[in-house]
């Protein structure tokens, strides 16, 4: 509910918020630091603050964000680095994309003790830090869905071709960080744009509020460079790869027909069906970065561009808690879609409960029960 904007002047008076719930009403803002307060937008100070409770409610959330996520992105990064069937190039990728997770999760001690304080504890740096590393892994994490998609399409699309290397792949991950270093260095260094609260002034993002033609500018480009051009790569890829596998299983349905056999289906299509499993995992990931990332471009928009009374603090935590619950749910994501990462994970880790059968094992299995067989039919 909108209260005229009387910072800084009565803080105290009760509001209707406050009335409501039983507390003492202050303005949002009203513990903010004094040299940090010119970072804070008039829209958010002209809100009653937030109920403690929840203040408290989110800090116990990213407690447990932050615990989830780090554990699960941890144990991804350290199998995927440390086992060499993993290395793979397309491997390669999905680390880093648990790295990025990861680095985003890392923040969320600055979150959580403003969280508790009620407001912000550590001023225009901690700010800094906070929104640095959300604005590296944001752009970082589109880019590489978008490098994963594009490897996805080449493979499926082309089995024979040439396939990246390990060491190609590790150049497109340095790429990946380098193109997200523009859009994150700017703010930072405060030559365009800059980091400052939002919502509950808990957490720190780009300035998308500010009435100016810079930061219209800075909000357009920031959402063609780390949203429209990867997506569009994203979409190319995956339609493509949708066509061609849709096109290979209607000639093999075709073929087997004319042949009058119920599938060709053999073991030389492994390969093939290893690449689109690998394909799903890229789509599921790239499903769940537009579900938690879409949220706060929209957020933007609404705040640099369209009605701004539409937006309440407690409507711009939302992508906030988006990002981290993707956070948490990739690490899943992977031990769903794959085989050996859940091989390693039982191996490593048994207390986790994970079964999968080794391929190895399975066909040592198949020999021996043929060999019987064979031996059952000669006596």
């Known amino acids: 509910m909108l209260l005229p904007n009387i910072w800084p002047g009565i803080n105290n008076v009760s509001g209707p918020i406050a009335e409501s719930w039983k507390y003492e009403s202050k303005m949002n803002g009203w513990n903010t630091p004094a040299d940090y307060k010119s970072y804070v937008h008039p829209h958010w100070l002209s809100y009653e603050e937030p109920n403690p409770m929840l203040h408290h409610l989110l800090g116990v959330l990213y407690i447990f964000f932050m615990i989830a996520s780090c554990l699960g992105n941890g144990i991804v990064i350290y199998i995927f680095s440390t086992t060499k069937e993993l290395k793979t190039p397309s491997n390669i990728l999905i680390l880093n994309l648990a790295i990025c997770d990861f680095i985003m999760m890392i923040k969320t001690p600055i979150f959580i003790v403003n969280s508790f304080n009620e407001g912000p504890v550590f001023g225009r740096l901690g700010c800094s830090i906070f929104g640095l590393l959300g604005a590296y892994v944001g752009p970082c994490s589109a880019v590489t869905n978008a490098a994963i998609a594009y490897d996805r399409y080449r493979c ?31 703010p930072f260094t405060e030559i365009v744009n800059r980091f400052v609260p939002e919502g509950y002034l808990t957490s720190c993002t780009f300035d998308y509020m500010t009435d100016n033609l810079e930061t219209k500018m800075f909000v357009f480009i920031l959402w063609i460079w780390c949203w429209i051009m990867p997506l569009g790569v994203i979409i190319f890829s995956y339609g493509k790869i949708t066509t061609q596998v849709m096109t290979h299983e209607a000639r093999l349905k075709e073929q087997a027909k004319k042949m009058n056999v119920e599938s060709l289906r053999s073991g030389a299509n492994k390969d093939a069906r290893n690449e689109i499993r690998v394909a799903k995992v890229g789509i599921s990931l790239t499903t769940l970065f537009l579900l938690s990332w879409t949220p706060y471009f929209a957020i933007a928009f609404i705040g640099c561009y ?12 939302i992508p906030a808690c988006t990002c981290k619950m993707a956070a948490c749910v990739d690490p899943f994501v992977y031990a769903i879609n794959h085989p050996k990462y859940r091989l390693e994970l039982m191996k490593r880790f048994p207390w986790l409960c994970v079964h999968e059968k080794d391929d190895s094992t399975r066909s040592e299995n198949s020999t021996n029960a043929t060999i019987a067989s064979e031996a059952e039919s000669r006596t």
């Open 156 to 186: 499926i699309s082309d089995p024979m071709g040439k396939r990246w290397s390990k060491s190609q792949a590790s150049l497109i991950v340095l790429g990946c960080w380098v193109y997200a270093s523009p859009v994150s260095l700017l």
């Open 306 to 317: 369209g009605n701004r009374s539409l937006l309440t603090p407690g409507l711009s935590m």
